[in-house]
């Protein structure tokens, strides 16, 4: 074990399945000249001559030529830059990239892994700054992973690589320079794309998000417990298909839920966990579910405004001790 950062893992992840499997690939703006805009492919063009391709301006090409080599039998990974630029391309997407296997009959793999920067990072404002992810929660064929740690980034990249259907890989750009532990050598155990992570146990809430939202998830339940209230709280990484088993047991057992998440709460990721707790396990709340969720307006660019904008884990710390 030993201590890297996030982007770093994410590196190590690539370098590894890019050994092991000659038919992967990488393509984007920027990363074979200059390691990608935030480092997380820094050197890859150089250890692997050929395979690290710099594209035109176009995410429609980027996409649209990873769904194509796909096809052919390669494993592309392509960049997005910035989530925010998927709209450019969303046809091939949700159309082409999504729907390929099942228009072909199942005659068709499309094992493409889409790299996509997300999240405020500071002063990066209404087009640069957005968590996404909800979009593709709503499309069948496509697999949709948010990691929240560098253990998990590199984890849950290998796996997506290694999918044969097509994995959205967000990656927030606030957690691309924080480092923790991760094993030198490939873990013996894969991560299983679908599965949650029950990371701190607890018996009077359940605390549920993904992703930077771990940081207010984690914070508010250190705030609860200097007032003796335990929380557990839940890393689902994988947000389509999510866990729902993991999560309507912890439900089962605290009684009491509470969701966050950076991006809009409006018909967000976590709306969707509340709603299937709601059908699944009504009778087993106290207490209302919390969800917690930016407003429903575009991301400042004035810090002050930006401010204003974000969750902390004080608003989940107090709205958990009025439902208790």
Not at 106 to 111: F, T, V
Not at 124 to 130: K, V
Request: with cysteine; aromatic share 8%.
């Amino acid at each position: 074990m030993r201590k890297i950062s996030f982007a770093e893992a994410t590196l190590e992840a690539m370098e590894e399945e890019m050994e092991k499997y000659p038919e992967v690939f990488v393509m984007g703006e920027d990363l074979a000249r200059q390691g990608g805009i935030f480092g997380q492919f820094k050197g890859l063009g150089h250890k692997f001559p050929g395979r690290v391709m710099d594209t035109p301006i176009s995410e429609t090409f980027i996409v649209g030529g990873g769904v194509g080599a796909a096809l052919a039998g390669a494993r592309p990974v392509v960049d997005m830059h910035f989530a925010d630029f998927i709209g450019v391309c969303m046809d091939e997407v949700f159309n082409q990239m999504a729907k390929a296997r099942y228009m072909f009959g199942g005659q068709a793999k499309i094992p493409l892994v889409l790299r996509a920067p997300d999240g405020m990072a500071g002063g990066g404002a209404a087009q640069h700054s957005q968590s996404v992810e909800s979009w593709f929660l709503h499309i069948p064929g496509i697999k949709v992973v948010a990691p929240s740690n560098p253990y998990d980034a590199k984890m849950v990249l290998k796996a997506a690589i290694e999918s044969d259907d097509p994995v959205i890989y967000f990656e927030n750009k606030v957690i691309y320079k924080e480092s923790a532990m991760v094993p030198e050598k490939e873990d013996e155990v894969p991560y299983e794309i679908g599965k949650a992570r029950v990371v701190r146990e607890g018996t009077d809430v359940t605390i549920v998000s993904y992703s930077v939202g771990m940081k207010n998830a984690n914070g508010a339940a250190d705030l609860l417990a200097k007032d003796g209230i335990n929380a557990e709280v839940i890393d689902l990484i994988t947000l389509s298909p999510w866990d729902k088993e993991t999560v309507i047991n912890s439900v089962k057992k605290t009684h009491r839920l509470c969701l966050v998440a950076e991006s809009v709460k409006q018909g967000g990721a976590m709306a969707e966990v509340a709603a299937t707790v709601a059908e699944e396990a009504l009778e087993y709340l106290d207490a209302p579910i919390l969800r917690y969720g930016a407003p429903f307006v575009p991301i400042p660019f004035a810090p002050t405004l930006e401010k204003l904008y974000r969750i902390f884990p004080e608003d989940l710390y107090n709205g958990i001790k009025k439902v208790l």
